[in-house]
């Protein structure tokens, strides 16, 4: 057998099989998801085979009323969870950043370690975090019974179910998330550029927005969009710590699924999220293809 | 006084190692750099010299002593607010800014007028060789204009004194002596002093109006490159600073006497040494002469003659064991020609081109 | 200036431990509080107990009189059952297809080879939920019953690209001049990976092959979409009992996971980092 023909065999038992699974039970159901949401939904759950845009309508408000009625509340929870996951990153990076710094400068040993450290706790049971925040922030839970038995306060504090709350919940799952990023940017910074910056008299504040912060950006970013789109369209920890007082867009898709059992609206809602994720996968494509471009001719 | 624009005065610093010892970069070192001075720091790697420029401009803290930057003293002062700025070894170029704005960096940082800004940055680029290059990016450039960038941004603001960390090391020979004048004539028109680093002997010659030879944290000798290179004061300067042929001996009259027999004449000097020295004569000062010529002589069986060619380069080897390194020049070639033959060499030398070094001078 | 500096580097450093006991003391806290005797308010010390770690392990304890308790212990065994099943099955499937396709991707240069990447990437990228809906559409389209046989499938899909992250990673890190070397001394391609590449490759595959076993027994969201009606798994069991009421097993459970995990993940990163 020839070289390339062998090669060629030796390729496709390789790809053969796992392309197959992919595009059967990955691509396709996404795909069907995509169709699914301009169908019309059964009466009694199921679809019917009919073009049916008004989901979209029902959300963005373009709906015929025989149809559909426009709902403003959808684009309300959209923009509340637009609204959370912002402040997720926001806090996430916050937090993430000056550690990211402490522990670049770091020796060798104290680095792996505490690399360590940050990322175990990523193999952890989610649900079980979130366990640990209910604990502590409800009417019971750890935070009042402190402050109670101390008589710091009177009356238990609402604390869980709350925005709030569930932006706590989220950043603290997603810390490791924006860390590493954040930290592979900071550790790859070269540091003569920041001598530089002071030996021509800029002082540290100025040296730090001026060289710092703009060279480290690329991890940064990349940080935000690994924590903004699951942020966004979360479901698990609007559900622990928001419960049904706040409600998010990955709450509001899951009820359509399994409560309301309108498939093709749930479908529209989640299309909502993927084109966000869409957009921001490209912005991200585009902006970091021109940063690597640059990088990689400047190395 | 007045003429110093830096001065170190006792400047001390010592590192710990990883093991957790102790070592010293700097021991108590006094300097005065002269305004308008092309100073090299040259010594070995780890002998300070990176250290000490590191001091003046402020990155390396001194535990004793202090420095002085035009009479003021800035030993506690960050580098931000030193008047002195650096060119760096690896040019550390913004690359996130284009060429204009890495120089006008410090310009900015003072808070000087963009239209201002820009003029200046047009001339800082067109004394380095690199008018209109203000929109280029760091990436786009070659090694030898990127250094160019680096060293228009550090002048640009006319500091007291510039500093140059080995700037010429990553360039390959022909610019690297392109450069060497460039840098020198960019002094002279500047007027304001440099500080340069290298463990380039070579380099450090050509360029410098002083040379303060550097080892294990002290200054050996600081002096022009000539005064080094004909008196140096310690045999580590003899041989750091070109080749050299080193005899030890005692003093007697107008004689050094080797241990091994060997007897070297000398010029009668009115310097107070001790009666140990030690005699340097450079190769290049071995002359082949003529029989009956007037000279002292040594005597060598030859081990190797090496064609360089402008000059014969002679290895030879007294009756005594002693190596014996001479340079002479390839026209003579029919006296070359016969020791090529015999395998011998009469080495002769002026006794006034020999040079003492009395022993434990310039520890 | 020497004590603005050793200020602010001390500063950092302050911060950094209030960072990880940020992260940490969450943790430490429902492990301490596991063995909080109090049934009823679980953050009020009222004494020491392992009467519930008993009571999850399937001991009689005093607290066991009611049915709901032995039903749910019940529950959890089968839901840990299942999980490890699962775990296992997707495990497996999913270090093959995700070694397969990079090692195709490390050795091959093809058309669509970009493609393949982006598909690779896109899970990490995807918020669960759209692919737990995706798929369940899909399962209930295709008449596929929900189950166990459709939890594997749905994992699978998002599991293979960790593995391949993991063992790509290693792959580029490779010296490829060995591999020049073994077929210069006379080694066939089959030799030469057999004996050059995959040893090197080994510990990255186990490391990837560790990772999705964690990460398919933690899966919440997309299990949850799929598992149907008979199916739960321990993450699904904890999250309803989140929802219904907080018993204090739930502690004790929590804290058996976490050791769980902690000692498999510390196993894995250990083995990665050796490796480098």
Redesign the interface.
Same mark, same amino acid.
């Given at each position: 057998m020839s070289i390339a023909s062998r090669r060629r065999l030796q390729l496709g038992l390789l790809l053969g099989p796992v392309s197959a699974f992919l595009a059967v039970f990955f691509l396709g159901p996404l795909a069907i998801m995509v169709v699914t949401s301009f169908l019309a939904p059964g009466l009694y759950g199921g679809v019917e085979w009919t073009f049916y845009p008004h989901n979209f309508g029902r959300i963005l408000g373009f709906a015929d009323p025989m149809f559909e009625e426009f709902d403003p509340i959808y684009i309300a929870i959209f923009l509340r969870s637009v609204e959370i996951a912002a402040l997720t990153v926001l806090a996430t990076l916050l937090v993430c950043y000056p550690a990211a710094f402490c522990i670049a400068r770091l020796s060798e040993r104290w680095k792996n370690f505490c690399l360590f450290l940050i990322t175990l706790p990523f193999f952890t049971s989610l649900i079980v975090r979130l366990f640990v925040w209910v604990l502590i922030l409800r009417q019971t839970g750890l935070v009042n019974e402190v402050l109670l038995s101390t008589g710091l306060i009177e009356r238990p504090l609402d604390l869980i179910y709350t925005q709030g709350a569930i932006i706590l919940g989220m950043t603290y799952v997603f810390i490791p998330f924006m860390f590493m990023p954040v930290y592979a940017s900071v550790e790859k910074l070269?540091w003569? $550029?920041v &001598?530089?910056?002071?030996? $021509?008299? =800029?002082?540290?504040v &100025?040296?730090f927005l001026r060289?710092i912060l703009?060279?480290t950006a690329p991890g940064i970013a990349g940080g935000a969009v690994i924590v903004f789109i699951p942020a966004l369209g979360n479901f698990v920890v609007p559900a622990v710590l928001g419960g049904a007082k706040v409600m998010m867009f990955g709450n509001l898709i899951e009820q359509q699924f399994l409560a309301a059992r309108n498939w093709p609206f749930g479908a529209a809602l989640a299309m909502m999220v993927m084109s966000v994720m869409l957009i921001m996968m490209v912005a991200q494509v585009v902006l970091s293809g021109r940063r690597n471009a =640059? =990088?990689a001719? =400047?190395r | 006084m007045q003429n110093s624009i830096v001065r170190l005065v006792e400047a001390s610093k010592a590192f710990t190692t990883p093991e957790g010892g102790s070592v010293t970069a700097l021991d108590r070192i006094d300097l005065d750099v002269r305004r308008n001075e092309f100073l090299t720091l040259l010594g070995p790697s780890g002998c300070g010299k990176t250290t000490l420029l590191q001091a003046i401009?402020?990155?390396v803290?001194l535990d004793d002593g202090s420095i002085l930057i035009d009479g003021e003293d800035m030993t506690?002062?960050? /580098?931000?607010?030193r008047p002195?700025?650096?060119v760096?070894q690896?040019y550390?170029?913004? /690359?996130?800014m284009t060429v204009g704005e890495n120089v006008a960096?410090?310009l900015e940082?003072?808070g000087v007028a963009k239209q201002e800004r820009r003029e200046k940055v047009a001339n800082a680029l067109k004394m380095v060789g690199l008018e209109g290059m203000e929109a280029r990016?760091?990436?786009?450039l070659s090694g030898g204009q990127q250094q160019r960038v680096a060293l228009a941004?550090?002048i640009i603001?006319r500091p007291k004194l510039l500093l140059l960390d080995e700037p010429l090391s990553a360039l390959d020979k022909n610019l690297r002596q392109a450069m060497q004048i460039e840098l020198k004539t960019l002094q002279n028109e500047l007027g304001i002093s440099f500080i340069f680093v290298t463990h380039d002997q070579q380099e450090a010659l050509t360029m410098s109006d002083r040379v303060a030879v550097l080892s294990g944290g002290r200054i050996q000798q600081l002096d022009t490159p000539r005064a080094i290179y004909d008196h140096p004061v310690n045999t580590f300067v003899a041989t750091f600073i070109g080749a050299s042929n080193l005899f030890e001996g005692t003093l007697d009259g107008d004689r050094l006497m080797t241990a091994d027999g060997m007897s070297i004449r000398h010029q009668p000097c009115d310097r107070k040494i001790s009666t140990k020295a030690t005699a340097l004569i450079r190769p290049e000062q071995f002359f082949l002469a003529e029989d009956n010529a007037p000279f002292p002589t040594i005597d060598v069986d030859l081990d190797q003659i090496v064609f360089v060619g402008s000059t014969f380069e002679l290895f030879g080897r007294t009756a005594e064991g002693r190596k014996v390194v001479a340079e002479v020049p390839a026209n003579r070639r029919s006296l070359v020609g016969a020791i090529e033959q015999s395998r011998k060499a009469r080495l002769a030398y002026d006794p006034s081109a020999v040079h003492l070094i009395g022993e434990r001078r310039g520890a | 200036?020497?004590i603005a500096r050793s200020l602010f580097n001390g500063g950092l450093i302050a911060y950094t431990g209030l960072f990880f006991a940020f992260i940490y003391i969450p943790l430490v806290v429902i492990a301490v509080y596991s063995f909080n005797a109090n049934p009823v308010n679980m953050m009020t010390w009222t004494g020491f107990t392992t009467e519930w770690y008993a009571q999850v392990l399937g001991f009689k304890t005093k607290v066991s009189e009611s049915a709901l308790y032995i039903e749910s212990t019940g529950q959890l065994l089968q839901a840990v059952w299942n999980s490890l099943v699962i775990a296992a099955s997707t495990t497996a499937i999913a270090t093959v297809f995700g070694t397969a396709i990079a090692i195709a991707l490390y050795r091959f240069e093809f058309v669509g080879q970009r493609f393949y990447r982006v598909v690779m990437f896109m899970p990490m990228l995807m918020p669960d939920i759209v692919l737990g809906i995706a798929l369940l559409i899909f399962f209930v389209n295709s008449g596929i019953r929900l189950g166990l046989t459709t939890i594997i499938i749905g994992q699978c899909t998002f599991l293979i690209s960790y593995v391949f992250i993991v063992v790509s990673a290693r792959l580029a890190g490779m010296d490829r001049t060995l591999e020049h070397a073994s077929a210069d001394l006379g080694a066939n391609e089959w030799m030469t990976f057999r004996r050059v590449v995959l040893p090197q490759l080994f510990p990255a595959i186990v490391g990837g092959a560790l990772l999705a076993f964690i990460i398919s027994m933690d899966d919440l969201v997309i299990t949850y979409f799929i598992a149907g009606v008979d199916v739960t798994t321990l993450p699904m069991f904890i999250f309803s009992m989140l929802r219904r009421g907080i018993k204090p097993e739930i502690n004790a459970i929590a804290v058996m996971m976490l050791s769980f995990s902690f000692v498999v993940a510390s196993l894995g990163l250990y083995l990665r980092s050796r490796q480098k």
């Open positions: 070269d003569t $550029l &001598r530089a910056s002071l030996d $021509l008299g =800029a002082g540290p &100025r040296t060289i703009p060279l =640059a =990088a001719l =400047a | 401009s402020g990155f803290e506690d002062r960050p /580098p931000y607010r002195v700025n650096t760096f690896n550390a170029l913004f /690359p996130h960096y410090s940082v003072a990016r760091p990436r786009q941004r550090a603001a | 200036m020497k």
